[in-house]
């Protein structure tokens, strides 16, 4: 199973008719935040593959597109904030059992009055409102959630000591409950190659995408 993730930047070689060319293969599409609704739209019409996705720190409620759209979402694609999905697909044949379970949130610390910020306490709030969902899946299927969707980076995991930037606690607390194989997140942007990108939680990986990164998971072989 190959995952595109992307968050933060749009991609030149990805908003382009490349994109065909170099991910035909992919079978799932995550954005994690930070991105125009025209190039997540632009990904689903040309990858005809799910793009699920959250919002990030500098996203707005109603984006303004070039032909005088008002845009509250990205057409065709997944909304995946403080929401459980179950993603599922004829051609995968290696998915574990019922699919492939996704939770999403999108967000920051807060640190003004933008929108998609919270206090530690209220992303504590949101995570918790996750668990009936999860807790359903773990009852019927053995396992709370294979993938946790976030625009920050949990606290003390790729974060950086600016308020902005800083981690939330909560998705520390993701990880030990409901053990997801993989967090994905963007916000912290990298431009050294020597910056911690990969990290390891438990049983979680954590992955920072920013702009992009292609994931290559053989689910069945994964864990016992």
């Known amino acids: 199973m190959k995952i595109l993730a992307v ?11 490349r994109i065909r060319e170099k991910y035909a293969d992919v079978d799932l599409v995550i954005g994690c935040g930070d991105l125009p609704f025209y190039y997540l739209e632009f990904i689903v019409s040309v990858l005809s593959v799910p793009v699920y996705y959250v919002p990030g720190n500098h996203d707005k409620p ?20 403080g ?21 999403g949130l999108g967000g920051s610390l807060r640190y003004n009055q933008g929108s998609h910020q919270y206090s530690q306490e209220e992303m504590f709030a949101r995570a918790l409102a996750l668990s009936p969902a999860l807790t359903a899946n773990r009852l019927r299927y053995g396992r709370y959630l294979d993938i946790l969707v976030t625009h920050a980076p949990p606290r003390g995991i790729h974060d950086c000591p600016d308020k902005t930037h800083t981690g939330f606690n909560a998705f520390l607390s ?6 997801p194989r993989f967090l ?14 990969t990290s390891r939680y438990r049983r979680t990986e ?19």
């Open 174 to 179: 993701c990880m030990s409950i409901f053990e």
């Open 62 to 81: 109603e984006q303004y597109l070039s032909n005088g759209r008002i845009a509250r979402y990205a057409e065709g694609c997944e909304q995946l904030d």
């Open 184 to 197: 994905l997140h963007g916000h912290t942007h990298l431009y050294r190659p020597d910056t911690i990108r």
């Open 206 to 224: 954590v992955l920072n995408v920013y702009p992009y990164r292609l994931i290559e998971w053989e689910p069945e072989h994964d864990r016992p």
């Open 83 to 103: 929401v459980a999905a179950r993603y599922s697909a004829p051609r995968v044949t290696d998915l574990p059992k019922g699919g492939v379970f996704l939770a």
């Open 7 to 17: 968050s933060d930047e749009v991609v030149d070689s990805i908003y382009s008719t």
